[in-house]
């Protein structure tokens, strides 16, 4: 079973970026990949979704247009570069590998999850 480390949070202001990556320790191609956020005093949310190939991309109704995900089956990495944020999006960060299901919305599908990584956006 691969193993998850997310990397690339940290404190921006509103407007600002970040680029955050997953690496896995073994190889993830033939896995669809997401990314989940969970604020404090709330439950998990789905961020955005990528199939094994890239061709498919599902995104939350929240991020759509600000956020990008993206991944490099050679470096077993998913990224999400996420543009324009905004104080709500201040939570953790995780990545998944999908294998169950056919929903990306539904972490039930999710069965390997990384630790995660901190998002605050603030002034």
């Known amino acids: 079973q691969v193993q998850l480390v997310e990397s690339g949070g940290g404190l921006v202001q509103p407007g600002g970026s970040l680029r955050l990556s997953c690496a896995a320790s073994?190889?993830?191609?033939?896995?669809?990949m997401g990314w989940f956020r969970q604020a404090p005093g709330k439950e998990r949310e789905f961020v955005a979704g990528?199939?094994?190939?890239?061709?498919?991309?599902t995104y939350a109704g929240s991020v759509k247009g600000r956020f990008t995900i993206s991944r490099d089956n050679a470096k077993n990495t998913v990224y999400l570069q996420m543009d324009s944020l905004k104080p709500e999006d201040t939570a953790v960060y995780s990545c998944?590998?999908?294998?169950?299901?056919?929903?990306?919305?539904?972490?039930?599908?999710?069965?390997?999850w990384g630790q995660g990584t901190q998002v605050t956006v603030s002034q």
């Open positions: 998944a590998v999908k294998t169950l299901g056919i929903s990306y919305f539904n972490p039930r599908n999710y069965v390997t």
């Open positions: 073994g190889r993830i191609a033939s896995e669809a």
């Open positions: 990528i199939s094994s190939g890239g061709g498919t991309i």
